[in-house]
């Protein structure tokens, strides 16, 4: 555990304390959910380990783990999409982290092309039919690059 | 599984389809990113199994599944603060749901008695301070609701 971190000893001190004393799960990992500072639009959830959290603060940049390469991922230093924190939030019981970025370059964060990971919608409540098969619709109509120039041959991180 | 959802097949189907095709982790969970649809705040990140995510989809409002309880949370059920779901989108892979949603009554998403369940904020960057421990600073002040008169002796669900 990094020594930026406190242990975590009461519920009081969790919630309502001063200290950062994040829970990570039974993999080391907690769930990070990245959204746009200026629009508010969710851009990519993902996961920090220890190292990625500690080094996050330090650069003021997004650091995650990617559990498809199993390996800290400095978003933006293949792409150039770095992702500037304007504001980091940790949530009531300490495990999960929200961060308020600026991207660089073309504002993507989508290894797909789109600027969020979200680009489709899932119909629900009225608009939802019962019997009928989900048909999720686009919210995003364009990409805003072309994965292949940017990753060339690089592994899809989707897994099935 | 629920007959809502498609098997995955592809990668393309997963990620440039139109078909509903979750994908659920170890527990049988998929993480959950809450908004406030007119703020862009992130009020919460929860969790759905495929009853959870069907049951959401039939109603409109926010179903969780309680980690801590281990049973269906319909959001609102005890506290009068029902989550009604403006938009809900899936991400690339299809392992996270985006919900944007207006709250009934006071607005308040957290137990702990605020708005958001993210009312702290980590310093950063420029705004660390590498040697000294690190002290989180509260951005909201004031809570919306007292828990205790709206949860009485329900069990705190924060787990150290």
């Not at 959204?35 to 220890?50: I, P, Q, R, S, W």
């Not at 990625?52 to 293949?78: D, F, N, P």
């Not at 992702?83 to 940790?90: A, C, K, N």
């Amino acid at each position: 555990m990094s020594e930026l971190f406190e242990k975590r000893k009461t519920i009081e001190q969790v919630e309502e304390g001063s200290e950062l004393a994040p829970k990570f799960d039974e993999h080391g990992l907690i769930p990070v959910v990245t959204t746009d500072y200026a629009t508010g639009e969710l851009l990519m959830h993902g996961y920090m380990n220890a190292e990625a959290l500690k080094q996050t603060i330090e650069k003021g940049q997004a650091v995650y783990y990617s559990r498809s390469r199993k390996a800290l991922w400095h978003k933006g230093a293949t792409s150039g999409l770095y992702q500037d924190i304007v504001e980091m939030r940790i949530d009531d019981d300490q495990d999960c982290v929200w961060l308020r970025v600026k991207v660089s370059g073309s504002g993507a964060s989508c290894h797909v092309g789109y600027r969020s990971c979200f680009y489709r919608t899932v119909p629900n409540g009225k608009s939802f039919e019962a019997g009928k098969p989900v048909k999720l619709t686009y919210t995003e109509l364009t990409k805003t690059f072309d994965p292949k120039e940017v990753y060339g041959d690089a592994p899809n991180p989707t897994q099935l």
